[in-house]
């Protein structure tokens, strides 16, 4: 299963955890995008968010902060995987769910890396803003434009963390560990 997920990889003697490159990163943020995209936009066409939606949303936002102000990394991760699966939810689209349930580990992989920049994490609440103000005004344009901007944000702070001194040391580590 965790070979089928991107996480393990079988080489000829033995199963080692998969490198992580900046081509997988980049793959994988295009997907969620698409993705997310999409189910925006077939929210939009059907007439927007429920007030019950909204609400959810909103309190995922404000958990999400106070996650980020406290510092606590693992829920601020729950929570943040959750706020991106209510959008897809909230579209009725069971595919799109579907394929980014199989994106779920490789996504939470890229999450546990991005302690190496907490400050980003301030920026991630403030683009989650800009998505839900979007969605909750039914601007489809603007919508769009918000997750691209969130995407293109988190892709630059990986390549800058695939640039880090520790990083290098971490993926050095990694390259070594069998399971």
Same mark, same amino acid.
């Given at each position: $299963?965790?070979?089928?997920?991107g996480?393990?990889?079988r080489?000829a003697?033995? /199963? /080692?955890?998969?490198?992580i490159t ?6 994988i943020?295009?997907? *969620? !995008?698409a993705i997310e995209?999409k189910?925006?936009?077939?929210i939009?066409?059907a007439?927007?968010?429920s007030?019950? =939606? !909204?609400?959810?949303? &909103?309190?995922i936002h404000?958990e999400?902060? =106070? %996650?980020?102000t406290s510092?606590?990394?693992s829920?601020n991760? =729950?929570t943040d !995987? ?5 959008l897809?939810e909230? $579209?009725g %689209? &069971? +595919? ?5 349930? +199989?994106l779920?580990?490789q996504s939470q *992989?890229?999450?546990?890396?991005s302690?190496l920049?907490?400050s +980003?994490?301030? $920026? ?14 039914k @601007?489809? =344009?603007k919508?769009?434009?918000a997750?691209?901007?969130?995407y293109?944000?988190?892709?630059? @702070?990986?390549?800058?963390?695939l %640039? ?6 971490i993926?050095? !580590? ?6």
């Amino acid at each position: $299963s965790l070979i089928d997920s991107g996480i393990l990889e079988r080489t000829a003697t033995k /199963v /080692v955890v998969k490198s992580i490159t900046l081509t997988d990163i980049t793959e994988i943020l295009q997907v *969620r !995008e698409a993705i997310e995209q999409k189910a925006a936009s077939i929210i939009i066409e059907a007439a927007g968010l429920s007030a019950a =939606q !909204e609400k959810e949303f &909103s309190e995922i936002h404000m958990e999400l902060l =106070q %996650n980020v102000t406290s510092g606590n990394f693992s829920k601020n991760f =729950q929570t943040d !995987e959750l706020f991106h699966r209510k959008l897809i939810e909230f $579209s009725g %689209n &069971s +595919r799109l769910l579907d394929i980014a349930e +199989r994106l779920s580990l490789q996504s939470q *992989r890229l999450r546990w890396i991005s302690t190496l920049t907490p400050s +980003r994490y301030i $920026s991630t609440h403030n683009e989650h803003a800009a998505i839900l103000e979007a969605l909750f005004h039914k @601007n489809a =344009q603007k919508t769009d434009s918000a997750i691209r901007e969130h995407y293109l944000y988190t892709l630059k @702070n990986y390549q800058d963390i695939l %640039n880090m001194p520790q990083w290098q040391k971490i993926a050095r !580590e990694m390259r070594h560990m069998k399971v």
